[in-house]
């Protein structure tokens, strides 16, 4: 069936890795540096070790994946075989026999690796690559779970150390790099593996509002119909994403992901900013369900008018003057004395201080994970 919302919803997915990482251009050329002899034709004499340092959903493993993607094309115009091997330690190496298992398979069904030890296993696989005249590139990803698995250490021992091994394939392995999310891995590396990774690190720093920006607009136009997107929609994500997320680019993409299921199975024409809201309900819960009963009369009136101001504007925030003009005319309606704009705006602080609403200024109040129109349901039986 056509979906009247996306055009390839797998496009969103965290496990997708686009033609190109907006804001990732400079850490991929670097990268691609150390490397620069696959590129030309030329031969690489020994294993490059790399360091990819930087927080949860700062573009790491895509990179490293992409990187692998173009490495491999460029391989086979200059007329060799070379194969990326990516590794999740945190999922692949719970004993060395496991990593190196998974490993095999990845690269050839033809191994076969029955119960030897973890040394045997490592040479039959640098063996293969020699027979076969393949190369290899290896990604170490989650390499901090090394503080908890002891078995990783020496994982990073046997593949720094090809040049010290007999083995005829170690000249094999033309790279190898090691994702951790900050540095301090190195500080649970046996002594004797801390010299042989090298110091070559390059930084993801966490993404900025605008980077994610730019990020989700990019993969939005590949995966939602124009059309679909509604105003204020991938703004709102950015900043939720940038403030409550720590840049994490998965968080946000999971959320526009999640609306847009969200806005199909309820039948609306485009993805809104409510949808947005909903999904963060759901995800995270409603923080202040307790709190409304504590609610005075005023309290509720002035929620009820930002909720009215922001369903009018259809924008994640709205300006404190347009909450006060809700305000007027919600007291009218109801015949309620108003309180003074000096007391609009202590109640709106105390609302905000108790995170019921986020208030940033008189330019910017809104609520996050609040479906508004059950909160105004909620509101509006009281």
Known sequence: MVSRIFLDRDKLSTRYIPEKLPHREKQLHLLGLFFSEIIEGREILYTRIIQLI?????????????????????????GFPLVHLYSNLKLEAATRFLFYKNLAEKLSRKIV????????????????????????LITLDEIDVLKKNSHVSQIVYDLSRLS????????????????????????????????TVGQFVIEFPRYSYRQILDILAYRASQAIRSECLGEGVLEFISEVTSDYAEGDIRYALDLLLYAGILAE????????????????????????SESLEELNADDRILLLSLIKALKTSGKPYVTLSRVKQHYQVL????????????????????????????????????????????????????
């Not at 039948?267 to 947005?276: D, F, L, M, W």
């Open 265 to 288: 199975n309820e039948g609306s024409a485009k993805i809104t900013v409510n949808h947005v809201r909903k999904v963060l309900k759901a995800t995270s819960g409603l923080p202040y």
């Open 54 to 78: 930087g927080p949860l959903g700062s573009g790491k493993t895509s990179s490293t994946l992409l990187l692998g993607k173009r490495l491999e094309h460029k391989a086979r115009e200059n």
């Open 164 to 195: 010290e091994t007999l083995s005829r394939g170690a000249s094999r392995i033309l790279g190898l790099l090691l994702v951790a999310r900050n540095r301090e891995w190195r500080k649970y590396l046996d002594p004797a593996v801390k010299s």
């Open 331 to 382: 007291c009218e309606e109801r015949n309620l004395e108003r309180i003074s704009d000096e007391e609009i705006e202590l109640t709106i602080q105390k609302l905000s201080d108790r995170g019921i609403i986020e208030a940033r200024g008189p330019a910017k109040i809104g609520l996050h994970n609040a479906d508004i129109d059950a909160l105004e349901k909620i509101l509006l039986k009281q």
């Open 113 to 136: 690796l029955r119960s030897i030890s973890a040394e045997e296993q490592f040479k039959i696989i640098l063996d293969y690559l020699s027979k076969e005249d393949i190369y290899a």
